[in-house]
């Protein structure tokens, strides 16, 4: 038998390929299939000549991107203020720049997410110029000075910050002085508060002082004496107006039903308080209890009228004070009678 003849594939003359027939060979393939192809078939340019272009990325992603990366640098940049100490404090101890990136920040949710206080008549504080806001006290502990603070430093139209008056003790406990100091506050004296105001400060002051702040629950919402007038006198001497401030909620953060008088006499305290939490329950019952607030800031009561001799006045000053006192505690009722509940 002759050897046959070996073509190599793809090399075998035109004339060898068989062409299919029109009959049972193409009618043996399945439809729709086609021969694949020995060549391969370039790209097409429209397909893999041109690089697809990244998605744009969301105008929201970019602008929180971009938020946080200032944030970052902003608390960079005052860290190493912090470090080398250039920052500014004024003659009283106030710094700025720690109370509005810090210690405001830090005030902000219990203000905000906690108490969620509702600010009214905020723009009653003059746009510039000197004030002294004067406000009922209560609530066993302090905070209704704090959030009077946060709400005129976050809601005043001109950006205003408040500089309270306080009493001895805060500036005898250790970290809270210092705190204090940073944060803006000052000794309730009248030689201060005539300087601040003098300078064009919003100063803040509760005459009722540790009466009102330590009274017994049953008092809550009744004004105690307001002193002997010197907040009048303070604003008389410096021709600022005096401005009313209601204060709601503060009442119910430690229901007060007690006072240890012989425990708080041997801590040097002017009351040892009694709740339905503490001591009983330790360092748990101090939490506050989460009331609604309402700080409503009254109509401006001027003083730049009088003559200069008026602050020695003592009928004026009574007059003055009566006005103040009675004009706080209306509101204090009116706005109670608006509250749906002490919690909501």
Not at 65 to 89: P, Q
Not at 108 to 137: Q, S
Request: hydrophobic letters at 40%; glycine letters at 10%; proline letters at 10%.
């Amino acid at each position: 038998m002759a050897d046959a003849k070996v073509i190599p594939f793809g090399d075998e003359p035109r004339t060898r390929r068989a062409r299919p027939s029109k009959g049972k060979d193409v009618a043996k393939r399945p439809p729709g299939r086609m021969k694949a192809s020995l060549t391969p078939v370039p790209a097409s340019p429209a397909a893999g000549s041109e690089e697809r272009e990244p998605e744009p990325e969301p105008a929201g992603e970019t602008e929180r991107r971009g938020g946080w990366d200032r944030r970052v640098a902003g608390g960079l940049a005052f860290l190493r203020r912090r470090i080398t100490g250039e920052y500014d404090v004024d003659e009283f101890g106030y710094d700025k720049e720690l109370t509005d990136q810090v210690l405001m920040s830090l005030l902000r949710p219990l203000y905000d997410k906690y108490f969620r206080v509702e600010v009214k008549g905020v723009e009653n504080i003059p746009a510039e110029g000197g004030a002294l806001v004067v406000a009922n006290h209560s609530g066993t502990l302090p905070l209704d000075g704090l959030m009077m603070q946060v709400a005129v430093h976050d809601h005043h139209p001109a950006g205003r910050h408040l500089r309270l008056l306080a009493a001895d003790l805060v500036f005898v406990l250790p970290v809270v002085n210092e705190l204090a100091r940073k944060a803006g506050h000052t000794l309730a004296c009248a030689e201060d508060a005539e300087r601040l105001l003098r300078s064009g400060e919003v100063v803040g002051v509760m005459p009722e002082g540790f009466k009102g702040i330590g009274k017994p629950f049953s008092e809550r919402y009744k004004l105690q004496r307001f002193g002997r007038g010197g907040f009048v006198s303070t604003a008389l001497r410096a021709g600022t107006p005096i401005v009313p401030c209601s204060i709601v909620g503060a009442e119910e953060i430690y229901p007060m039903i007690g006072n240890a008088k012989t425990l708080a006499r041997l801590l040097g305290f002017p009351y040892f308080p009694i709740t339905p939490t503490f001591p009983w329950l330790g360092p748990l019952g101090a939490m506050p209890l989460p009331t609604k607030w309402t700080i409503q800031f009254g109509e401006p009561i001027p003083t730049d009228g009088y003559p200069p001799e008026a602050a020695e006045d003592p009928m004026l000053m009574f007059n003055l004070t009566d006005q103040v006192r009675e004009q706080i505690q209306h509101t204090l009722y009116k706005l109670l009678v608006q509250r749906r509940s002490v919690f909501f």
